[in-house]
């Protein structure tokens, strides 16, 4: 019943490759936990079954973020199960997830943006010109690390200022690009083009390697985290540290939320009202502006 669940959430729910084996390794756990303890299949477990292995995973030292996670992926299943008449009712009906503490994005300081475009002005070569384009496309767009790995050259329109984002569950949006953007990438495109030609290779993704394959998530991490080291003294410089400060910078500058909701590809608007709380330099300066002391 396992690997039908899975065909579906590939199939019907286009669910991404990260998502489906983060659900099967969790599933596999839960069916490894109840085979040891109970003797049980996990389609006839039952909520206090399902306790147990929330006591065993806290005492393992997971954290609360963690075994949300996991439930989310035994609650999936078990609506499936009862999708296909396999179960009658849902046991996690009376299982209660662990709250999770709000934690703040981390975000890169304007400013400190402002000094990678200066040290980083006018980049020479291939691999300065890839790498900047890299950190500027987070930067200028928002867009996750999938997405920008699988950006292709057809998603990119220069002459409209726009690109086209395929996101979670394959879902398609548009996302503006400014003006310093295309510069960017107009800058890369004939060093990528010459590289290609000395590789003898083809390949439609806008962000290549230097032996012209598909760019990968370890490499692009390895980027953005040694070029925003020289800007930042932030703990956090990853991509997604890049995303936090793209929607961070248009609420500062009072962009409408749903906008940015729009560009960020969320499904709904609490995931993007986080980002309401990190606002602080606009909140300073109304302040200064209103307080007829400040």
Known sequence: MKEKFLKYLKFEKRYSDNTLRAYQSDLHQFSQFLETNFNQKIEDTDHFMIRTWLAHLIDAGFTNRSINRKLTALKTFYKFLLRENHISANPLLKVIAPKLSKKL?????????????????????????????????????????????????????????????????????????????????????????????NQNETISFLLITEKGKQTYPKLVYRVVTKNLSYVSTNSKKN??????????????HGADLNIIKEILGHSNLSATQIYTHNTIEKLKNNYKQAHPRA
């Not at 991509?239 to 500062?252: D, E, K, V, Y």
Request: glycine residues 4%; positive net charge.
């Open 239 to 252: 991509p997604h540290t890049l995303r936090h400060s793209f929607a961070t910078s248009l609420l500062n």
């Open 105 to 197: 994005p981390s975000f890169i300081k304007e400013h400190e943006m402002d000094y990678f475009d200066k040290i980083f002005d006018n980049p020479d070569g291939f691999l300065p010109l890839r790498n900047k384009l890299i950190i500027d496309t987070f930067y200028f767009t928002g867009i996750r690390l999938s997405e920008l790995i699988n950006l292709k050259l057809s998603d990119i329109n220069l002459t409209g200022f726009e690109m086209k984002v395929v996101g979670k569950r394959k879902k398609e949006r548009i996302v503006p690009i400014s003006r310093n953007l295309c510069e960017s990438i107009k800058a890369y495109l004939p060093l990528r083009k010459q590289l290609l030609e």
